[in-house]
C-alpha cells in the first residue's frame, strides 16, 4: 500500500522538531539569565547550572537554524541523546523544585515539554528514515504542510511562552500598556500640585 502522506507528515515533523528545539533553546536562555543575573549573590551552583543552561540554548538555536537551512534533520546520531539528557536534567530540575520548595518551576517544566516535543519528532523522522527513507524523495503537499507548520507553531508557543514568561526576564519584562510612559508618571502628580490637573488653589 503505498502512503503518499508521508512527504507531508515528514516535512511536517521537520518543522516540528525544529520549532520546539528553536522555543527550547529560547527557554534555556532565559533559565541560564535567572541563574547567572538573577540574584546579587550567585553561587557556584549556580553558575554550573546558568552556562549549562547558556550552553544548550545557544546549541539548540544553532542546531534548529542548521537544521531548518538543510532541510533535515542533521546530526540525529548526536542530538537525540544530548535532547534526551536535557530532558532528563530538566525533570531532574522540576521535581528538585517541587520536592524541596513545593514550587514548579515553570520554566523547567516548558523546556522539559519542548524538549520532549523534539524528541519524539526526531526520533520518528529517524526510524523513517532508516526503514523506507519516510517518502523523503516524494514532494509534500503545500497547503497541509502550512496548515500542519501552523499548528506546530501554536503548539509549541502555548508551551514556550508561560515558560518565558515565569523567568527572570520575562518577570521583568515592562508590560505592553506601558511602553512609551513616562516613569512614575501618577506618582510625579501627586507630588506636584503644579501637574495636578484638578488642584486648585
Avoid: C
Amino acid at each position: 500500500m503505498e502512503r503518499k502522506n508521508h512527504p507531508t507528515l515528514s516535512a511536517a515533523t521537520l518543522l516540528f522538531v525544529y520549532f520546539a528545539s528553536m522555543a527550547a533553546g529560547m527557554v534555556e536562555l532565559s533559565l541560564a539569565a535567572g541563574y547567572l543575573a538573577g540574584t546579587e549573590t550567585v553561587t557556584p551552583g549556580q553558575v554550573v547550572a546558568g552556562v549549562a543552561t547558556l550552553a544548550g540554548g545557544l546549541a539548540f538555536l544553532a542546531w534548529s537554524l542548521w537544521g531548518l537551512h538543510r532541510n533535515t534533520l542533521v546530526l540525529a546520531r548526536y542530538a537525540l541523546p544530548v535532547l534526551a539528557m536535557t530532558a532528563a536534567a530538566h525533570l531532574a530540575a522540576t521535581v528538585a523544585g517541587i520536592s524541596t520548595q513545593r514550587l514548579l518551576n515553570v520554566s523547567h517544566f516548558a523546556a522539559l515539554g519542548l524538549t520532549l516535543m523534539a524528541v519524539a519528532g526526531a526520533g520518528w523522522l529517524r526510524r523513517q528514515h532508516k526503514t523506507n527513507d519516510g517518502g523523503a524523495h516524494g514532494q509534500p503537499r503545500t497547503g497541509r504542510l502550512l496548515a500542519a507548520a501552523f499548528g506546530a507553531a501554536v503548539v509549541v508557543a502555548s508551551v514556550a511562552t508561560p515558560g518565558l514568561a515565569a523567568s527572570m526576564a520575562g518577570q521583568h519584562a515592562v508590560p505592553h500598556g506601558e511602553h512609551g510612559q513616562a516613569p512614575h508618571e501618577e506618582s510625579g502628580r501627586g507630588s506636584n500640585p503644579a501637574l495636578d490637573p484638578g488642584h486648585h488653589h
